[in-house]
């Protein structure tokens, strides 16, 4: 049953396992949009564990899912004007990205995106890169970047500059199929959880 005050969270990934939620007693509250990816088997899982971080952290959420990222986590940047489009469309204002490039020949596309939709109301949480490099959309001013730390903090040492505004947990532990499951420590699994934060 879906309440009207549930808050819209949207998941921009590579898709969501709607069975794996279900048995995370996260049932019925992914709707799905598939984009230009083809709609091969999920052997990557990367979009629905950034839905079981906010899904469990977030009880007010109602989870929509746009896939855009191939099951090897690439994609498209010409994408993101589409998926933005969708979120707006189905009236979400709360958008996760657990991804981003650190081409600097996307900057500019990304931000004049980032910016656009921003204005028309978005609040865009990215996570930054793993590998430390500058990332974007995460480092931008009208993002809300993210990386993966032992506590939930706004960030002091000193990255701002490369966009960070929150460190937060990432190896989460998640219940489903009668196993614990403890996820790796990831900035991509720590920007849902500030998403979930957001929502709260």
Same mark, same amino acid.
Request: proline share 0%; glycine share 10%; charged share 25%.
């Given at each position: 049953m879906r309440w009207m005050n549930k808050l819209k969270i949207a998941v921009l990934d590579n898709g969501v396992d709607e069975k794996l939620l279900a048995s995370c007693g996260l049932p019925d509250i992914i709707q799905q949009n598939k984009g230009n990816i083809s !709609?091969? %088997? !999920?052997? #990557?899982?990367?979009?629905?564990?950034? *839905?079981?971080?906010? /899904?469990?952290?977030? &009880?007010? &959420?109602?989870?929509? =899912?746009?896939?855009?990222?191939?099951?090897t986590g690439k994609g498209n940047v010409d994408d993101l004007k589409s998926a933005f489009d969708w979120c707006l469309m189905n009236n979400i204002r709360l958008v996760n990205l =657990? #991804? /981003?490039t650190t081409h600097f020949k996307d900057k500019g596309i990304i931000r004049q995106l980032v910016n656009q939709y921003a204005n028309k109301g978005l609040i865009i949480i990215a996570a930054t890169a793993n590998s430390g490099y500058t990332a974007f959309p995460a480092s931008f001013s009208n993002v809300i970047g993210v990386k993966a730390k032992d506590? #939930?903090?706004? !960030? *002091? %040492?000193?990255?701002? !500059?490369?966009?960070?505004?929150f460190a937060a947990p990432s190896e989460h532990k998640i219940w489903f199929g009668g196993n614990d499951i403890t996820l790796q420590k990831s900035n991509s699994y720590a920007a849902p959880y500030v998403t979930a934060m957001a929502g709260r």
């Open positions: !709609d091969e %088997e !999920d052997l #990557f899982l990367h979009g629905t564990n950034c *839905a079981m971080i906010i /899904g469990l952290n977030c &009880a007010d &959420a109602e989870l929509y =899912s746009y896939k855009l990222l191939d099951n =657990s #991804f /981003g506590t #939930f903090n706004i !960030d *002091a %040492e000193g990255l701002r !500059d490369k966009g960070v505004d």
